[in-house]
């Protein structure tokens, strides 16, 4: 696993961290490059979908996992975010909404880019490659071996920003 512009990734204050989504791996991958503090005030967003089971719910609550159902309330999951962040603490969205079927990437949602610009926080840009060829969606363990790229990239402001100008340069 190799990180480039980790120096990118704000040791004080929130940001929020949008990051192309490739395979089940790609919270442990980001969470690798944190120590201390910044992990401690490292937030996940998820579904809770992925999160039925007993044990899972457990370990989303143990590891800031913030679950939320944005099919059934949007508002509720917004706001979940909004507190998270409000508090100092950085989020980790994967816009996509979901894992790459094929390695390659889709269209983003704007919740990021909304929570950016509505609370003034800067969105760091963050690349995966490699994942989806170390885990690909329908696989169960991953193979070993397999490069993987992480690429913290410069922040962006929100500032005279639209939302769909943000959620446009956060994907390309």
Not at 65 to 72: E, F, S
Not at 99 to 117: C, N, Q, W, Y
Request: with cysteine; aromatic share 10%; proline share 6%.
């Amino acid at each position: 696993m190799r990180g480039v512009g980790v120096e990118n990734v704000p040791v004080r204050g929130p940001a929020i961290l949008a990051c192309n989504h490739q395979s089940y791996l790609d919270g442990l991958i980001l969470a690798s490059f944190f120590k201390g503090e910044p992990l401690r005030k490292l937030y996940f967003y998820a579904t809770e979908r992925h999160f039925r089971k007993k044990w899972q719910k457990r370990f989303a609550g143990g590891n800031n996992i913030i679950l939320v159902d944005i099919n059934r309330d949007l508002k509720l999951s917004l706001q979940k975010m909004a507190q998270v962040l409000t508090r100092g603490n950085s989020l980790v969205i994967f816009p996509e909404g979901s894992r790459t079927r094929d390695g390659s990437m889709g269209e983003f949602k704007k919740t990021f880019a909304i929570l950016s610009r509505e609370l003034n926080i800067p969105i760091l840009p963050t690349a995966i490659r490699g994942a989806f060829e170390a885990m690909p969606r329908g696989q169960h363990l991953p193979r070993f071996g397999q490069a993987i790229h992480i690429d913290f990239l410069p922040p962006l402001f929100p500032e005279g920003r639209s939302y769909e100008e943000l959620t446009a340069l956060v994907r390309e």
